[in-house]
């Protein structure tokens, strides 16, 4: 909560001078696959390694511009592999916040070769080690995939 200094609490009252603030934390995730849809992608799937094995962290839809999310398209050109590069996937279920990735889910998605790093923000992990609220911010060019191990 985020409140101007001279201000007192009125219940009820929407003035503004209270607000709700987000703490988002950041983490890098590595790429490695996405749902297609009619031209580019409805949405990414993100992991991260623990130790030779990458662990499916979260389906990303948010965060992308259409400029964003057509330049992202363009880098999965030459990635496309057939098996999924996921160690834990398919979920029994969707999971209490819906981020699972069911059987039904695989079938849909397009597998890539986990060599693209991805910031992405988020609230918290889950107690299925998922991400709530994730949303993409950039491509990290500059980082190594096989070194994106979880983060608190």
Same mark, same amino acid.
């Given at each position: 909560?985020?409140?101007?200094?001279? =201000?007192?609490?009125?219940?009820?009252?929407? =003035?503004?001078?209270?607000?709700? $603030?987000?703490?988002?934390?950041?983490?890098?995730?590595?790429?490695?696959?996405?749902?297609?849809?009619?031209?580019?992608?409805? =949405?990414?799937?993100?992991?991260?390694?623990?130790?030779?094995?990458?662990?499916?962290?979260?389906?990303?839809?948010?965060?992308?511009?259409?400029?964003?999310?057509?330049?992202?398209?363009?880098?999965?050109?030459?990635?496309?592999?057939?098996?999924?590069?996921?160690?834990?996937?398919?979920? =029994?279920?969707?999971?209490?916040?819906?981020?699972?990735?069911?059987?039904?889910?695989?079938?849909?998605?397009?597998?890539?070769?986990?060599?693209?790093?991805?910031?992405?923000?988020?609230?918290?992990?889950?107690?299925?080690?998922?991400?709530?609220?994730?949303?993409? $911010?950039?491509?990290?060019?500059?980082?190594?995939?096989?070194?994106?191990?979880?983060?608190?």
């Amino acid at each position: 909560m985020a409140k101007r200094r001279d =201000s007192s609490y009125k219940p009820g009252d929407r =003035s503004g001078a209270w607000v709700k $603030v987000r703490a988002n934390r950041a983490q890098e995730l590595v790429i490695g696959g996405y749902i297609p849809d009619s031209t580019t992608f409805d =949405s990414i799937l993100v992991g991260y390694y623990e130790g030779r094995d990458l662990i499916y962290a979260a389906r990303i839809r948010n965060g992308f511009a259409p400029a964003s999310r057509r330049t992202l398209f363009s880098n999965f050109e030459g990635l496309a592999i057939s098996k999924c590069p996921f160690r834990n996937p398919p979920e =029994s279920s969707k999971g209490r916040w819906g981020d699972g990735l069911t059987a039904e889910d695989m079938k849909r998605c397009r597998w890539l070769k986990p060599q693209l790093v991805a910031m992405i923000e988020f609230l918290e992990w889950t107690l299925d080690n998922h991400l709530r609220h994730p949303k993409f $911010v950039a491509l990290r060019e500059d980082a190594v995939a096989s070194q994106v191990a979880r983060g608190a």
